[in-house]
């Protein structure tokens, strides 16, 4: 008689060792019943409450082909913990002429045989059903009580002794400084770089890509939130990310998803979620198209007059759209007295606070105030090694955040009117037809562009407010057949906004932040 051994385990606390030992068992069970067998079917780390399990379904299958008659487990367990699975999967093997056996459980012929079995099945559906309920019952209290169930610890904090998520004072201003560079317009792809540079490293210890921040920048942990399936807690973790920047960044987030790609064919579309039509409200949403000539041609178009919504507003050429907008930007915005006017709203605001040097400055003091209680119950008499060592551990977090609220320090350093202005003159001289500058002066300086058929305006992200701009009709094109993707709802856009700066001078970054 041939046969086939089936075994499995269903954790990663159980080793190899486990299949070994049910291998050996099932052959020797083979061996005294005048057995062949003649494969091994084998699933590490797979629950038996289903039977969605590779070598288990191969088995199933390989039994249509009629080369055994016996499947050995080492334990009906093994087969399944599911009585509907087991039945199921029994009746097919039956069907094919198989029958199942345990090498361990002793199980009669006859109706005493299958009562028996259908017991030992009941019991592991039944365990299997108690150990998961045990399971759920203390994860879901370690949840109320703030406590981790396991998974990786997120960047920017560390496990303590309660397995309670901690601060880490070297990582969470790193996380900090993410929020602020991404809320304040940079891309994911230039923080990588950036970060790279200065050699941080991931909490797995590679280097930073734009996809390492997509956990991070939607982590509701940063403000304090826990979770675990229904159950929600407010400030139950020490927040890094104060809630307005949290918000602010996932608005962008958002934005960035709906917004159909900036890039399509390796071609830049520059005003990608800054223009808008002008007759909807729709955005314009880059596509492409090939002429006669098999030319290639770039065009902007509203989303709604793609998807025959009722709008019939006609495409626009890229290049002449994006081109109208440097030039009118630049003849609008660098002229001496608004810069003037950018350097003194910069001077007015510089003085607030530093959200990283507050965070650090509020870590420092919840780390004396643990030092402090901890010396209190010395005093009192209460003293063991486990209250020694978390001792040690916040005096040496106190001594980490302190050097690291110096560096902070010592980095910001206050910006000077001239220097601002310096700064903004750059503009003034740059190459008109470099991607880069054209790019540099929308990001910068263009809030929203709303294209009507033969004018636009162009709204600001400082107090030179709006600029109406007449259209060439020979600039307009019809559409092309490329598809787009849904347009973002309609947004609001402020016409008279503040245009600021963020400087770190002598530091690693000169970066634009705007506000609208």
Not at 109 to 133: H, K, P, Q, R, T
Not at 225 to 247: C, Q, R, S, T
């Amino acid at each position: 008689m041939n046969a086939v051994i089936y075994a499995r385990y269903s954790s990663d606390n159980q080793r190899e060792e486990s299949i070994e030992g049910q291998i050996r068992e099932c052959t020797e069970f083979a061996e005294k019943n005048d057995m062949v067998v003649i494969e091994h079917y084998i699933d590490r780390a797979f629950s038996a409450k289903t039977d969605d399990r590779p070598d288990f379904q191969r088995m199933i299958k390989d039994s249509e082909k009629h080369k055994f008659e016996v499947v050995i487990v080492w334990k009906l367990d093994r087969f399944a913990r599911n009585r509907y699975d087991s039945a199921n999967n029994k009746r097919i093997l039956r069907k094919n002429g198989v029958k199942v056996v345990s090498a361990t459980e002793q199980i009669a012929d006859g109706s005493v045989g299958i009562l028996m079995e259908s017991i030992l099945e009941g019991y592991a559906e039944f365990y299997s059903a108690e150990l998961s309920e045990k399971i759920r019952r203390g994860q879901t209290e370690n949840a109320l009580k703030g406590k981790t169930n396991g998974g990786g610890v997120p960047f920017g904090y560390v496990l303590n002794s309660e397995q309670r998520l901690a601060i880490n004072p070297t990582t969470a201003p790193i996380v900090l400084e993410i929020f602020q560079r991404y809320a304040n317009g940079e891309t994911k792809k230039e923080i990588a770089a950036d970060l790279s540079n200065r050699g941080i490293k991931t909490k797995s210890g590679n280097s930073f890509v734009p996809n390492s921040f997509n956990k991070i920048l939607s982590n509701r942990k940063y403000i304090g939130e826990f979770k675990y399936k229904d159950i929600v807690l407010p400030n139950i973790v020490p927040a890094i990310v104060p809630l307005e920047l949290f918000e602010t960044v996932q608005k962008r987030l958002e934005k960035n998803h709906r917004a159909p790609g900036r890039f399509k064919a390796k071609e830049e579309y520059l005003l990608t979620t800054k223009l808008f039509c002008g007759k909807c409200e729709s955005m314009m949403v880059g596509e492409s198209g090939t002429g006669k000539s098999g030319a290639k041609h770039y065009y902007y178009k509203c989303a709604s007059a793609k998807r025959k919504r009722g709008c019939d507003k006609k495409a626009i050429k890229k290049d002449y759209i994006e081109n109208l907008v440097v030039k009118e930007t630049t003849e609008k915005i660098l002229r001496d007295d608004v810069i003037e006017r950018i350097a003194d709203e910069i001077m007015s605001i510089q003085g607030q606070p530093n959200p990283t040097l507050l965070a650090l400055q509020k870590q420092l003091e919840e780390t004396n105030k643990g030092i402090e209680n901890f010396l209190k119950a010395i005093q009192q008499g209460i003293i063991t090694e486990s209250t020694k060592q978390r001792l040690d551990e916040l005096e040496k977090e106190k001594a980490e955040l302190q050097i690291a609220i110096q560096k902070e320090e010592l980095s910001k350093s206050l910006l000077t009117k001239d220097g601002i202005i310096q700064y903004i003159n750059k503009f003034k001289y740059g190459d008109k037809d470099s991607i880069e500058y054209k790019r540099n002066i929308i990001d910068n300086f263009v809030n929203a562009v709303y294209v009507f058929d033969d004018y636009l305006i162009i709204i600001f992200n400082c107090k030179a407010g709006t600029k109406r701009v007449r259209l060439s009709t020979a600039s307009e094109l019809s559409g092309s057949d490329v598809d787009t993707q849904s347009p973002p709802k309609k947004q609001s856009v402020q016409k008279d906004g503040l245009f600021l700066f963020w400087f770190i001078y002598g530091g690693r970054q000169n970066r634009p932040l705007l506000t609208s």
